[in-house]
């Protein structure tokens, strides 16, 4: 019998549109601050909600992006 290898984690349910925001974001912010961000909204919906659909993580993590968007567009 041959030996199979199974993964230690389960796919990433917010690869999709992550790849999304970091072409949305590319000029503006790196890949990992892009990563952050998902991380964080991941993190606050399940705070909030119990939940963190990819829906909501998406819609808060380009908020997130946004508004550090327009803080650095300030700065200089």
């Known amino acids: 019998m041959s030996e199979r290898s199974i993964p230690d984690t ?5 690869a999709d549109f992550s790849a999304a925001l ?4 590319s ?3 790196p890949a990992t601050t892009v990563a952050r ?6 993190y ?3 705070e909030v909600t119990g939940h963190a659909h990819p829906g909501l993580v998406e819609r808060i ?3 997130h992006l946004e508004v550090l968007a327009l ?3 300030e700065r200089g």
């Open 27 to 29: 000029e503006v912010h």
């Open 22 to 25: 970091r072409d949305e974001f």
């Open 10 to 14: 389960e796919p990433d349910p917010y």
């Open 71 to 73: 803080v650095a567009s």
């Open 44 to 46: 606050g919906a399940l």
């Open 37 to 42: 961000c998902i991380e964080a909204a991941h």
């Open 61 to 63: 993590a380009r908020k």
